[in-house]
């Protein structure tokens, strides 16, 4: 309408556009924070996953070499059976902590 007067000036309309971007804005760096938070707390699960896989292979691979140090060599005297028991106890031992289940905290 030609003669009228806008109830609304360029500037306040500016501003008010501006305000709008700017609460989009936030709620979009929000969104992605959260999905960030959301990523680093399975990222942190996955670790503690491996350090476990790893732990109990260092305990396998470890019982498994202790099994192996205790068979005597070609030639060698054979130990005492109670010496035997021991390091096969030991190596037994190795290996269940290795192989238990980990409660899940």
Sequence with gaps: MPGKTSLVSPLESRKRLLIAESELSRVQLSEEGQMIAHEARALGHQAKTVAAWASSAALLVTGFTALRRGLPRSGAAKSPWLLRILKGAR?????????????RN
């Design 91 to 103: 190596a037994a031992s190795a290996l269940w902590l290795a192989l238990r289940p980990r409660n």
